[in-house]
């Protein structure tokens, strides 16, 4: 199936899936008018598109903090898991770039270890909700790229993460 | 102690007003965070000039840097050499020891022709009245620095009984620009931090870097191509090889054997960081480690017969020691809550490390002849990359200060330390070369 085939399906689904309304950013002439709705399945129904990445609440969420010197994912990332795992369950060409970050205690080499293993964590992760293991990739940075420069626990907490970068949508 | 101090103050003054006008981007701070019963005292009066222009290294300030950052001698200042002799002929010895001397250098310049300049030097016994060296040496004006070196090694080690290691020189990594426009470098400088040349540039991410044994090449972690992989470059004709690039994982650590054939280095492509050991000409690696941990940083012992390195398998990163050639690791640094980052001394007895415990990462030495017995020589809050000189003497450790990185020398008893600051930008990852071939 070419390309274009396949937008011109993905539009067509929404037409007939509620869900689908709300998230719809495809104008109304390039849907084909003379196919029959009523024949989508259900399983296609509320799946995500490209334009949910910059639109839905949840897929804008793109960064996951963690404890010091852990790699466990907080409950309160739970949710952010689980749209980017339906993400790429639902766009099985997507590409997800997972790049791990420390605060600065501790020795540089140790720590791109330490942001792998938070890497690997969020990849375990997306891939328990759905993800594929061909569609995640993990890079450590460690300590290298600080969002923040200050030394103090606020700002280390910003710069234990991991950021969920989109390579491929 | 305070005349001491203010001496040195006065000389830093005087030394940095010297260099800070041509060079710029270098400045010199000395400070003594310690008692110095044990610091020989020694004059080094300035060295005369027959005629010509003024030269652009005073000889006999780069020696007296040399001798105060090592904590093992405090050098008279400059200010309260009362006497100027050149040759040991005109030495009043009475003098001196006056002045509570033990040693005296003497000195003298002149135009050998075509750019060259001859040093002369005299070290004398004050208490002996008694010769102990005297050497010439012929070079560049541009060399003056690296011939005051040499003239610091030869009579530290005619004094002290150990190979001075001031004519050596160091590596590091500097970042400079923020967020996406940071430009970062490796760069070879002298001993004392002077004639800063860079060798690689990238605009991504550069770190670890570590010399060669005979001091050519340096192996360095670069993510230029999007991941960390690691390259050895020749510092003189700056050619590079690939030499680990694993599209998965983690490529990182290197760290020459001391016959300089292989590397060992940390590789994560197997799913977590392990300690392999890469052959350099058959490119073949050996795998050291099988743990679900981080095992990273190994550091040779200087006998080539096992490998230091850091894992956090008991929980928190803590030293760990296994054989070359593959076996158990056995687990040596047990102070502190958390010790990563080992270098050994040339003996194999002194091995540093970053000591954390709560937000404080200090550098600590154990020293293994004696029981594993810890000592601090830097204050934190955020040191690390501990690196010998070659001699074992004193240290080079990165630190942190305000939002920047800077560079510390200390001696190896922690007594006596000195700043290298660059201009701007953020300096880390220090690496002492080893010995330049006499």
Same mark, same amino acid.
């Given at each position: ?169 | ?89 005109? $030495? ?5 020891? /006056? ?9 003298? /310049? ?50 002290? @009984? ?72 020749? $510092? ?70 096992? $490998? ?36 050994? @001394? ?9 000591? @954390?415990?709560?937000? *404080? ?15 601090? *020589? ?35 008893? @922690? ?24």
């Amino acid at each position: 199936m070419n390309k274009t085939a396949r937008v011109a399906l993905v539009a067509l689904f929404c037409l007939g899936a509620a869900a689908c309304s709300k998230k719809a950013v495809k104008p109304q002439e390039t849907q084909p008018p003379a196919e029959p709705t009523t024949t989508a399945p259900e399983t296609t129904s509320g799946k995500y598109t490209p334009a949910d990445l910059d639109t839905d609440a949840c897929l804008r969420q793109r960064v996951v903090y963690f404890d010091f010197d852990k790699d466990e994912i907080k409950p309160e990332f739970q949710q952010i898991m689980a749209c980017h795992a339906k993400y790429l369950q639902d766009r099985p060409s997507a590409q997800i770039r997972l790049e791990g970050n420390t605060d600065e205690r501790g020795t540089r080499e140790y720590n791109l270890g330490l942001g792998e293993r938070r890497g690997n964590a969020v990849s375990s992760a997306l891939q328990a909700s759905g993800g594929s293991a061909s569609q995640l990739n993990v890079i450590s940075y460690g300590k290298e790229k600080p969002v923040c420069r200050e030394h103090n626990e606020d700002c280390w907490s910003k710069n234990r993460r991991v950021e969920i970068v989109y390579t491929a949508k | 102690m305070r005349i001491l101090r203010s001496a040195l103050s006065i000389l830093l003054l005087a030394a940095a007003a010297l260099v800070a006008a041509p060079l710029g981007a270098q400045s010199l701070n000395i400070e003594i965070t310690g008692g110095l019963k044990t610091a020989t005292p020694i004059t080094v009066v300035p060295f005369a000039q027959a005629g010509g222009a003024p030269l652009p290294t005073d000889v006999a300030d780069v020696i007296r840097n040399d001798f105060n950052r090592s904590g093992k001698f405090r050098s008279l200042a400059k200010s309260e050499i009362v006497e100027t002799p050149s040759r040991g002929a005109d $030495i009043k010895f009475a003098t001196w020891r /006056l002045l509570k001397q033990d040693f005296i250098t003497v000195g003298r /310049l002149s135009d050998a022709g075509g750019g060259m300049v001859k040093v002369e030097y005299e070290l004398w016994d004050v208490n002996k009245q008694q010769s102990l060296l005297a050497q010439s040496y012929t070079a560049p004006a541009g060399d003056l620095r690296g011939v005051a070196h040499q003239i610091a090694d030869a009579i530290y080690e005619k004094i002290t @009984g150990v190979r001075g290691a001031f004519w050596t020189r160091i590596a590091y990594i500097t970042a400079v620009g923020l967020g996406n426009n940071t430009t970062y470098s490796l760069v070879v400088a002298d001993s004392d931090g002077y004639n800063p040349q860079v060798v690689a540039r990238s605009r991504e991410s550069l770190l670890s870097p570590a010399w060669s044994p005979d001091g050519h090449k340096i192996a360095y972690v670069s993510f230029e191509s999007g991941n960390s992989n690691i390259y050895v470059q020749d $510092i003189t004709t700056g050619s590079r090889q690939l030499v680990e690039s694993h599209a998965r994982g983690i490529n990182g650590a290197p760290a020459w054997s001391p016959d300089g054939s292989r590397l060992a280095v940390s590789l994560s492509y197997v799913g977590n960081p392990e300690i392999f050991v890469l052959d350099l000409a058959s490119r073949h690696e050996t795998r050291l480690t099988t743990n679900l941990a981080i095992d990273t940083e190994p550091n040779w012992a200087p006998d080539g017969q096992s $490998i230091y390195f850091t894992s956090d398998r008991s929980g928190r990163p803590q030293i760990y020691q296994v054989p070359a050639g593959g076996g158990s690791p056995t687990r040596i640094s047990f102070q502190g809550q958390n010790n990563a980052e080992a270098d050994v @001394g040339y003996d194999g007895k002194q091995i540093a490390m970053v000591q @954390g415990n709560g937000n *404080v990462y200090r550098i600590a030495v154990m020293d293994r002849s004696l029981g594993g017995q810890v000592r601090y *020589v830097s204050p934190g809050p955020i040191d690390e990359s501990p690196s010998f000189a070659p001699n074992a003497s004193m240290l080079l450790y990165a630190a942190v200060e305000g939002r920047r990185g800077v560079l510390y020398a200390v001696s190896a008893d @922690g007594m006596v330390r000195q700043r290298l600051v660059l201009a701007d930008g953020d300096v880390r990852e220090p690496a002492w070369g080893p010995f330049r071939p006499r």
